[in-house]
Structure formats: C-alpha cells, structure tokens
C-alpha cells in the first residue's frame, strides 16, 4: 500500500459521496432553498411594481415595443437544481476524497498498532468534525434572502478564518496525541488530543465575533430546515466517502496481509 493507491481510493470514494449528497441535497435542501427563494421575490414584488409603473410608458417608447423577456437568459434555477447541483457536489466529493486519502496515507503507520483500515476511518471522522459540524455550530449556514450584501465579505473571512483554526487544532492535536502516545496509552492519548482540540475551539469561539442577521420576519421553519439539509447534505457525503474509502483500504490491507504472510510462509520452507 502506498500514497497512490489511497489517494486513488479516496477519489473513488469521494465521488460516489458527492453523487449521494446530491440525491440528499434534492430531498431535504432544494425545497428549502425554493421556498427562500420565494420569500425573497415576494418581498421584493411590491418595490419593482411601483418602480416598473413609474417608468412603463417611457420605457416602452424608448424600446419600441421591446421586452425584458427577450433579454432573459443564463442559468435557470431549474439547472442551478440539477446538472449545476450534481457537478458541484461530485466536483467537491472528489476533491475531498482526495485529501482524505492523502491524509490517511500519511497518518498510517503512525498511530501505535492503528491499522491502516483504523487509521483511515478516523482521518475521515475528524475530518468531518474539524471542516463540517463544528464550522457549522458557529456559523451556521443562511439560505437565499437572508444576510446583507454589504458584510458578505466579513462573514466570508469569519467563516474561513474560523475553519482555518479548526484545522489548525486538529494539527495541534494530532501532535499533542503522537507525543502522549509514546509513554501512555492510547486511550490517555486520545484525551490529550481531544482536550487540545476542544480549548483552542472553544476560545476560537468565544473571541470571533458572531453572524446574526436572519430578520424576525423570515419563517424560522425554512431557516432550520434549511440548514438542516446543509448538514445532512455534507454529512452524507463524508459518511460514504469515510465508509467507501475505508472498504477499499480493508480490501488492499487484507489482500497486503495475505500477500506478506504467502511470502513468509514460502521463505520459512
């Protein structure tokens, strides 16, 4: 077993979480989306049908008879909802996939008497823990019409920024772990490590600022919903990339094992 071999796997697997997470994401995101989308036009309705009335008859002359039908086009939401979804979704799989698969390619070997297989299921579990769920619990995500164009670009560097020290903590706690790991047991270690996680995490949280701008007007319905479905949606996909990829590690791990014990048996002849 070597790098290339994981990260092969971890692609495979990645792609098949992404086409699962896009089935997902049609269940329980899209009707929430599409009601959002909803709220939003309605509430917009009003203000464009005084403006549109205000300037119908000038308009109209100005254009000779043209109509805004006529410049419509781009991606309809229809597209955005289907083929645009699924790329997205098998497009990020994949990419996943593949950093998982390097990541449990590095990492085993080097846990105590983890097994490749072990080390793979566990590369994939925090990986969702660190990228997904709690990223998720402080910044939760917001659906269409919710959130001001104006701090879209601060709540977009709190996010990353936030997701940045997550992946740093769980660098730190890998470190904290191998170390306790050589003189304690495993156990210990994983205490030391989830310690280290959970303090830097916690006053991550505490120090970032919040994202609150969901008006009390909006259906807190859709909103829960809504982000729901976003985590069902990317929990979906690391389940089967963290299932599908440790299958194939345990298919070439137990087909390395068998290969390593024929050798030795023939070299003890």
């Known amino acids: 077993m070597n790098a290339r071999s994981f990260l092969i796997n971890g692609l495979i697997a990645g792609l098949l979480g992404g086409l699962i997470a896009f089935v997902v994401a049609l269940g329980v995101g899209e009707p929430a989306i599409d009601d959002a989308i909803a709220l939003e036009e309605s509430a917009a309705a009003p203000a464009e049908h005084s403006h549109d009335e205000d300037e119908a008859h000038s308009h109209d002359e100005a254009a ?20 645009g979804l699924a790329t997205a979704t098998g497009l990020i799989g994949t990419i996943l996939g593949g950093l998982v698969g390097i990541g449990a390619a590095f990492a085993a070997g080097r846990f105590g008497r983890l097994t490749p297989v072990a080390t793979t299921a566990l590369v994939a579990g925090v990986g969702f823990v660190a990228v997904v769920l709690v990223p998720w619990l402080k910044y939760p995500p917001n659906p269409p019409a919710v959130g001001s164009g ?3 670009g601060e709540r977009t560097a709190l996010y990353f920024g936030f997701l940045a020290i997550s992946l740093l903590a769980v660098l730190a706690a890998v470190i904290i772990a191998r170390q306790v ?3 304690r047991s495993a156990w210990t270690a994983t205490a030391a490590a989830g310690a280290v996680y959970l303090v830097v995490v916690g006053i991550a949280t ?6 609150d701008e969901v008006p009390d007007s909006f259906p807190a319905n859709t909103l829960f919903e809504f982000r729901i479905g976003s985590l069902l949606t990317q929990a979906s996909l690391w389940l089967v990339l963290g299932v599908v990829l440790t299958g194939l590690v345990h298919r070439a791990w137990t087909r390395e094992s068998a290969e390593l014990a024929r050798r030795e048996a023939a070299a003890a002849l």
């Open 64 to 83: 000779g008879g043209h109509s805004h039908g006529d410049e419509e086009g781009g991606i309809t939401r229809g597209q955005q909802a289907g083929p």
């Open 206 to 211: 505490f120090v970032m600022a919040p994202i």
């Open 181 to 183: 790991l050589a003189s």
């Open 150 to 152: 104006d701090t879209i």
